[in-house]
């Protein structure tokens, strides 16, 4: 189980998994189109704050995040996914204590955060258990579909 950089030649892999409409919004909000496409992907990953992963279990692209950097000692994780095949195994715990670790170790990051919509309980449990904390609630900022979708805002202290 390891975090390797994403490159081009996985850009096919993660428009394979994000296959929806509505999880293109999940997983991207409102900074990507759907279909996700290989320039969005090459635009997005060019910006030197961005540092995209892939998560490999047992030999195997199991899941993407980001960690993208905010300041000298704060950063933030970004755009979670775990592929179909591997949800309910805990990989996404799994992913994000090695991003921890990274964030901490190779970005001298003394703080993270993230934003999680509300509905995705079963992200912000993940979350909650790996020691980040709610610290505010937007509503009326995010909506698919007509519907509102409130986000979260979590930290974590390194």
């Given at each position: 189980?390891?975090?390797?950089?994403?490159e081009?030649?996985?850009?096919d892999?993660?428009?394979?998994?994000?296959?929806?409409?509505?999880?293109?919004?999940?997983?991207?909000?409102?900074?990507?189109?759907?279909?996700?496409?290989?320039?969005?992907l090459?635009?997005?990953?060019?910006?030197?704050?961005?540092?995209?992963?892939?998560?490999?279990?047992?030999?195997?692209?199991a899941?993407?995040?980001?960690?993208?950097?905010?300041?000298?000692?704060?950063?933030r994780?970004?755009?979670?996914?775990?592929?179909?095949?591997?949800?309910?195994?805990?990989?996404a715990?799994?992913?994000?204590?090695?991003?921890?670790?990274l964030?901490h170790?190779?970005?001298?990051?003394?703080?993270?955060s993230l934003?999680?919509?509300?509905?995705?309980?079963?992200?912000?449990?993940?979350y909650?258990?790996?020691?980040f904390?709610?610290t505010?609630?937007?509503?009326?900022?995010?909506?698919?579909?007509?519907?509102?979708?409130?986000?979260?805002?979590?930290?974590?202290?390194?």
């Amino acid at each position: 189980m390891a975090l390797r950089a994403f490159e081009k030649a996985d850009y096919d892999l993660l428009i394979r998994w994000i296959d929806s409409e509505e999880l293109n919004y999940q997983w991207g909000g409102p900074n990507f189109n759907f279909p996700l496409n290989r320039k969005q992907l090459d635009d997005h990953c060019a910006k030197p704050e961005v540092i995209p992963l892939v998560f490999v279990h047992k030999g195997i692209n199991a899941g993407y995040v980001e960690l993208f950097k905010l300041s000298e000692s704060k950063s933030r994780v970004c755009r979670v996914f775990v592929s179909n095949d591997f949800r309910g195994q805990g990989i996404a715990k799994l992913m994000l204590q090695q991003l921890i670790e990274l964030a901490h170790i190779d970005h001298n990051a003394q703080v993270l955060s993230l934003a999680v919509f509300e509905r995705n309980t079963v992200a912000k449990k993940c979350y909650e258990s790996l020691g980040f904390q709610v610290t505010s609630h937007q509503s009326g900022t995010r909506s698919f579909g007509g519907e509102p979708w409130d986000l979260l805002l979590m930290e974590k202290w390194l």
